[in-house]
């Protein structure tokens, strides 16, 4: 007997973890350009606590008629192919499926997402493990795209260095000429520092650039210097530009070409990806408690 549906995680009505339903979803071909991949691993990340609160429902991003489904990244098995799709059935592969008005998301069984936005994962490298790189390492990566290559000795802080988008920030940055010292909490100094990266706890202003993985807003514009450049990771909230900073804020998307070599990376072990804990898909809603509570170093996963 074959099976005609799946199961996933959605909200209807988004408040908060106790919101979350596990629902039966019929099952899609893909169509052309397209792949179905059976789900081993979707990583927790804050955006979904954030749709599954209702905050981009408020914010006017989120307009579905029935549900709303949660997860960005995921990691598992192509199970079937559309036309001019040149994976085969059973390759191990990585990817991000992005945007937040949509009614499926990568906490499920299965997936059907476009084959240029998701990655082969390495021999090396285990589907829990290469879930947790998609959306973090693409946001560091297109982080640095805003940024550029640095001047000449160019100071860079990245807050949130000890956290997923910014250690690959801290890693990542370097190879682009800047100096990078990592803004974290004291114990997570040897965890940065192993990063290639200079340490502190306690940042003063005047850095030639800010990479704000940390979320702090207005507070790490504060650190930059007259004139300098201001990158954050909340693209509904950036803070107003003064001092002449140049502020933007990265909005990750997919790019399955740049995925293949974040993975390569993760898999040689050149970028630390982190996993704290595997749920199954059941148990969503505790990884959404789990998570807001902060302090994690890793990522919770979801398994079937």
């Not at 749920?279 to 979801?302: C, E, I, S, T």
């Amino acid at each position: 007997m074959s099976v005609t549906t799946f199961r996933a995680a959605v909200v209807r009505t988004p408040d908060g973890p106790d919101s979350i339903e596990i629902i039966d979803v019929a099952l899609t071909e893909p169509g052309p350009g397209q792949v179905r991949v059976k789900v081993a691993a979707a990583t927790v990340n804050p955006v979904d606590l954030g749709v599954a609160g209702g905050v981009f429902h408020d914010l006017g991003l989120v307009d579905q008629p029935n549900w709303t489904g949660l997860g960005w990244d995921f990691a598992g098995t192509v199970e079937a192919v559309g036309p001019g799709v040149d994976l085969a059935v059973g390759t191990r592969v990585a990817g991000v499926v992005a945007g937040f008005d949509r009614d499926y998301g990568t906490y499920a069984e299965q997936l059907v997402a476009s084959a240029a936005d998701v990655a082969v994962v390495p021999d090396e490298l285990d589907l829990i493990t290469a879930s947790t790189v998609p959306l973090n390492g693409l946001a560091a990566a297109q982080i640095l795209d805003l940024l550029g290559d640095a001047p000449a000795g160019d100071r860079l802080l990245v807050t949130g260095a000890a956290g997923a988008v910014g250690g690959y920030l801290a890693v990542l940055a370097q190879e682009r000429g800047w100096k990078v010292t990592g803004l974290a909490r004291e114990h997570d100094e040897e965890f940065v520092r192993g990063l290639g990266a200079a340490f502190t706890a306690e940042a003063e202003p005047g850095w030639d650039a800010v990479a704000d993985a940390g979320a702090m807003q207005q507070a790490a514009l504060a650190l930059v210097r007259d004139g300098g450049q201001f990158v954050g990771v909340q693209p509904s909230a950036e803070p107003p530009v003064e001092r002449g900073i140049t502020v933007s804020a990265v909005v990750a998307h997919p790019d399955g070409t740049r995925l293949a070599d974040l993975l390569a990376r993760a898999a040689s072990g050149q970028l630390p990806a982190r996993v704290h804990a595997v749920l199954p898909l059941d148990q969503v809603a505790d990884a959404h408690r789990a998570l807001a509570k902060g302090g994690v170093r890793g990522r919770y996963v979801l398994g079937p």
